[in-house]
């Protein structure tokens, strides 16, 4: 008989089976992709790192599409560097092609299959190991996530290889391995910031378990902090170089504080208060970061850099939550509990509509709630079944559960004061992979010695905590206007204006008081040459947002094309005065001024009133 330690024949068999699956679903999907052009286009944060990763590569820093600069090599990092780095490598040997991100994202899947198995095995034996691969392999979401260009798959990853230098440690106890667990903390953090704390969480393991074992544990837990911190110092010292501020990776965390916590916080959609008043346009992106700061500065009246906008964002979300601590409360709770939900939520793309159109996606298995709580059965299992049956047999084994458990707590943990978003969850999947697995080997052992009592206890328990994670989103209906309105941001990226242009009638058909809709459809619209449908849409943009300066200036400028100047001449007066620096709505408004006749005193008046330059 085979050791434990052996892999049979018929093990790699079947893991081979499963690899085999599961490459043959992302070709499926990658297909479904390369078929519509338009869905390989970047959009919300996957357009920022495309640009952020050119430019590494290519040098040219200047954004397509008319988006702002946000100038990032001259000032500190506004979002973890982590991912955009890791696709100018893909982009430099690729030729800065999207499609070469999306295979290596897949390939990385693969690997995440083969790691969870190993991983899996190793904690609760064969059986689990297999089982914990199929569901890593066939999940969905993690489908979906390796086609975009976001980090989760490259997190699942450097997740994967962490836990196997901690157990590589846990087996035999070197210094080499604590360090490199330290380091890949820093990478690790340096993708997602919120990973830092593992640092000490993990040198604190370190030296608990080892204080017993070996001599001189403190040095272990040390290294593991040093390689965490010789990880991440090159980031801060990059942010002290390039703009004189001590930021530690990114300086987002005050923004994405205060979009949890504020008065309209909508758990979901990233509504930041005060944007309109500080980019005079409604909604905002990362292109939008230094303007955000230079709008702070503004209305400070004083400079204060990009941790210091971080700093009067935060001062804000903490003001929210000391006026109205009910309301604050409720926010965190109703997060904490949604996070564990079966609402795939997102404010990059309306993930249940990107399934539904997928003829792939919509027919794969995976529901988050049910993976965590058989991942809670597993854990419960391993507390009762103290090494017996397969499950975490030694101390080591039963050491890196506590791991698992404390990983999938603090990741859980560092976003409920924040937003819901489905790939803030994603990276704990392998581990809540294995836990689950642990459970259903176990609950398949129960039913083959028709031991019903603790079966059915287990089950009907773990229906009713799905049941309490359930029905906090009832009643959830995805945003339909959002996704034909990003669908249509993808087809004229893609060059296909008319299937543009039909997204945006959909989407305004849905919900007209939305002023980027109206605001998209104008100039869908104006790219037709329809101007009179086009200048109907910019007022009514104009209408529902009076302080937008791109609604005021199409405005302007369409009315100059339909022959009104002196009706262009008011949205054009009114768009230079919202940014008088920009000099297309100040040659605007002189135009419009000299098709009415103005003499040019008047309009060097009307131009001085603007705000010179």
Same mark, same amino acid.
């Given at each position: 008989?085979?050791?434990?330690?052996?892999?049979?024949?018929?093990?790699?068999?079947?893991? %081979?089976?499963?690899?085999?699956? &599961? /490459?043959?679903?992302? *070709? $499926?999907?990658? =297909?479904? !992709?390369?078929?519509?052009? @338009?869905?390989?286009?970047?959009?919300?944060?996957?357009?920022?790192?495309?640009?952020?990763?050119?430019?590494?590569?290519?040098?040219?820093?200047?954004?397509?599409?008319?988006?702002?600069?946000?100038?990032?090599?001259?000032?500190?990092?506004?979002?973890?560097? %982590?991912?955009?780095?890791?696709? &100018? /490598?893909?982009?430099? *040997? $690729?030729?800065? =092609?999207? !499609?070469?991100?999306?295979? @290596?994202?897949?390939?990385?899947?693969?690997?995440?299959?083969?790691?969870?198995?190993?991983?899996?095995?190793?904690?609760?034996?064969?059986?689990?190991?297999?089982?914990?691969?199929?569901?890593?392999?066939?999940?969905?979401?993690?489908?979906?996530?390796?086609?975009?260009?976001?980090?989760?798959?490259? /997190?699942?990853?450097?997740?994967?290889?962490?836990?196997?230098?901690?157990?590589?440690?846990?087996?035999?106890?070197?210094?080499?391995?604590?360090?490199?667990?330290?380091?890949?903390?820093?990478?690790?953090?340096?993708?997602?910031?919120?990973?830092?704390?593992?640092?000490?969480?993990?040198?604190?393991?370190?030296?608990?378990?080892?204080?017993?074992?070996?001599?001189?544990?403190?040095?272990? /837990?040390?290294?593991?902090?040093?390689?965490?911190?010789?990880?991440?110092?090159?980031?801060?010292?990059?942010?002290?170089?390039?703009?004189?501020?001590?930021?530690?990776?990114?300086?987002?965390?005050?923004?994405?504080?205060?979009?949890?916590?504020?008065?309209?916080?909508?758990?979901?959609?990233?509504?930041?208060?005060?944007?309109?008043?500080?980019?005079?346009?409604?909604?905002?992106?990362?292109?939008?970061?230094?303007?955000?700061?230079?709008?702070?500065?503004?209305?400070?009246?004083?400079?204060?850099?990009?941790?210091?906008?971080?700093?009067?964002?935060?001062?804000?979300?903490?003001?929210?939550?000391?006026?109205?601590?009910?309301?604050?409360?409720?926010?965190?709770?109703?997060?904490?509990?949604?996070?564990?939900?079966?609402?795939?939520?997102?404010?990059?793309?309306?993930?249940?509509?990107?399934?539904?159109?997928?003829?792939?996606?919509?027919?794969?298995?995976?529901?988050?709630?049910?993976?965590?709580?058989?991942?809670?059965?597993?854990?419960?299992?391993?507390?009762?079944?103290?090494?017996?049956?397969?499950?975490?047999?030694?101390?080591?084994?039963?050491?890196?559960?506590?791991?698992?458990?404390?990983?999938?707590?603090?990741?859980?943990?560092?976003?409920?004061?924040?937003?819901?978003?489905?790939?803030?969850?994603?990276?704990?999947?392998?581990?809540?992979?294995?836990?689950?697995?642990?459970?259903?080997?176990?609950?398949?052992?129960?039913?083959?010695?028709?031991?019903?009592?603790?079966?059915?206890?287990?089950?009907?328990?773990?229906?009713?905590?799905?049941?309490?994670?359930?029905?906090?989103?009832?009643?959830?209906?995805?945003?339909?206007?959002?996704?034909?309105?990003?669908?249509?941001?993808?087809?004229?990226?893609?060059?296909?204006?008319?299937?543009?242009?039909?997204?945006?009638?959909?989407?305004?058909?849905?919900?007209?008081?939305?002023?980027?809709?109206?605001?998209?459809?104008?100039?869908?619209?104006?790219?037709?040459?329809?101007?009179?449908?086009?200048?109907?849409?910019?007022?009514?943009?104009?209408?529902?947002?009076?302080?937008?300066?791109?609604?005021?200036?199409?405005?302007?400028?369409?009315?100059?094309?339909?022959?009104?100047?002196?009706?262009?001449?008011?949205?054009?007066?009114?768009?230079?005065?919202?940014?008088?620096?920009?000099?297309?709505?100040?040659?605007?408004?002189?135009?419009?001024?000299?098709?009415?006749?103005?003499?040019?005193?008047?309009?060097?008046?009307?131009?001085?009133?603007?705000?010179?330059?």
């Amino acid at each position: 008989m085979a050791s434990h330690h052996t892999v049979t024949r018929r093990e790699w068999l079947l893991l %081979g089976a499963i690899l085999l699956a &599961a /490459a043959a679903l992302r *070709v $499926s999907y990658l =297909r479904e !992709l390369i078929a519509d052009r @338009a869905m390989l286009v970047p959009v919300v944060d996957a357009i920022f790192h495309d640009y952020w990763a050119r430019a590494l590569v290519t040098g040219n820093w200047t954004p397509a599409g008319g988006f702002g600069d946000p100038m990032i090599p001259l000032h500190p990092f506004a979002k973890p560097p %982590g991912y955009a780095y890791f696709m &100018a /490598a893909i982009y430099a *040997v $690729s030729g800065c =092609r999207i !499609l070469a991100v999306v295979v @290596a994202q897949m390939a990385l899947g693969l690997l995440n299959v083969a790691m969870t198995w190993w991983l899996g095995r190793w904690i609760a034996g064969r059986a689990a190991g297999l089982v914990a691969a199929a569901i890593m392999g066939l999940y969905w979401v993690l489908v979906y996530f390796e086609g975009e260009l976001l980090d989760p798959a490259l /997190a699942i990853a450097l997740t994967l290889l962490l836990a196997l230098s901690i157990k590589r440690w846990l087996a035999r106890p070197r210094l080499p391995a604590a360090l490199l667990a330290g380091l890949l903390i820093g990478i690790l953090s340096l993708v997602r910031s919120n990973f830092v704390p593992l640092a000490p969480l993990v040198a604190l393991g370190a030296w608990i378990s080892g204080r017993r074992r070996i001599p001189g544990a403190w040095s272990h /837990a040390a290294l593991v902090l040093v390689g965490a911190a010789a990880a991440i110092a090159p980031v801060t010292l990059r942010n002290w170089r390039a703009g004189g501020e001590l930021v530690l990776i990114s300086a987002n965390s005050g923004i994405n504080l205060l979009i949890g916590n504020n008065p309209r916080a909508d758990l979901e959609s990233p509504h930041l208060p005060g944007v309109g008043e500080l980019l005079h346009k409604s909604g905002w992106s990362h292109f939008d970061d230094l303007a955000i700061v230079r709008g702070v500065e503004r209305k400070l009246g004083r400079p204060v850099g990009y941790g210091g906008a971080s700093r009067y964002f935060t001062a804000q979300a903490l003001a929210f939550m000391r006026d109205h601590p009910g309301r604050a409360l409720s926010l965190t709770a109703e997060r904490a509990v949604k996070m564990l939900g079966p609402v795939e939520y997102s404010n990059n793309k309306v993930i249940a509509l990107e399934r539904d159109a997928s003829p792939l996606l919509r027919v794969l298995p995976g529901n988050f709630t049910i993976l965590f709580v058989l991942a809670m059965g597993g854990v419960l299992c391993g507390a009762l079944l103290r090494g017996r049956r397969g499950f975490a047999r030694t101390p080591n084994k039963r050491a890196f559960v506590v791991f698992m458990v404390v990983y999938i707590v603090l990741l859980h943990a560092s976003y409920v004061l924040f937003f819901l978003e489905a790939r803030f969850r994603i990276p704990m999947t392998p581990f809540l992979a294995i836990l689950a697995a642990a459970c259903i080997v176990a609950l398949a052992r129960l039913a083959a010695a028709r031991d019903w009592a603790p079966l059915a206890g287990g089950v009907a328990a773990m229906g009713c905590l799905y049941g309490l994670l359930c029905w906090p989103a009832a009643g959830y209906r995805p945003d339909r206007v959002y996704w034909h309105q990003l669908r249509a941001t993808q087809y004229s990226a893609a060059g296909d204006p008319r299937r543009c242009g039909e997204e945006l009638e959909k989407a305004y058909g849905l919900d007209n008081r939305r002023p980027s809709v109206a605001l998209a459809l104008g100039q869908a619209y104006l790219q037709e040459g329809k101007f009179a449908p086009a200048a109907a849409m910019f007022q009514r943009a104009v209408n529902l947002m009076p302080e937008s300066f791109d609604a005021n200036l199409y405005l302007g400028y369409t009315l100059l094309e339909v022959g009104n100047p002196a009706r262009a001449e008011r949205f054009l007066a009114k768009a230079a005065r919202l940014d008088p620096a920009n000099e297309t709505a100040r040659q605007g408004l002189a135009t419009a001024m000299k098709l009415r006749g103005a003499a040019p005193g008047e309009i060097q008046r009307a131009l001085r009133e603007a705000g010179a330059r």
